[in-house]
């Protein structure tokens, strides 16, 4: 199956920038589409940002569009996530996820295949 690895979670001040990265070995940069996703303490995950590959399409949650910038470099078989302008509510654990399904890039029940997650702490 697909390994995906998520990188660059750390401590940042509100207003700051971070940028993580999501390694992926299995073939699963020929997947269909990639997300990223969010967890706080207590909440349900939610979709942050997603990518259909074969067309450049994104897609982003209301919460961070215009902020937060998704990416592919197929030839490191790694996705990215830029994130300026960060603010405590952003807080979470961040996911790196392949393969949706017919839900959608925003549907955490979708994807196929997950990372284990990498911490984005703003305050």
């Known amino acids: 199956h697909v390994q995906l690895v998520e990188s660059g979670g750390g401590s940042v001040r509100p207003g700051g920038s971070l940028t993580l990265s999501c390694t992926a070995s299995g073939d699963a940069f020929n997947a269909n589409c990639l997300g990223w996703f969010r967890q706080a303490p207590g909440k349900e995950r939610e979709g942050v940002a997603g990518?259909?590959?074969?067309?450049?399409?994104?897609y982003y949650s209301r919460s961070v569009k215009g902020r937060f910038t998704i990416s592919q470099d197929n030839a490191k078989n790694t996705v990215y996530l830029q994130m300026d302008g960060l603010q405590p509510e952003d807080t979470a654990m961040y996911y790196c996820?392949?393969?949706?399904?017919?839900?959608?890039?925003?549907?955490?029940?979708?994807?196929?295949?997950w990372g284990q997650g990498t911490q984005v702490t703003v305050s």
């Open positions: 990518i259909h590959t074969g067309v450049n399409s994104t």
């Open positions: 996820a392949a393969s949706c399904g017919r839900l959608g890039l925003a549907a955490v029940v979708g994807y196929k295949h």
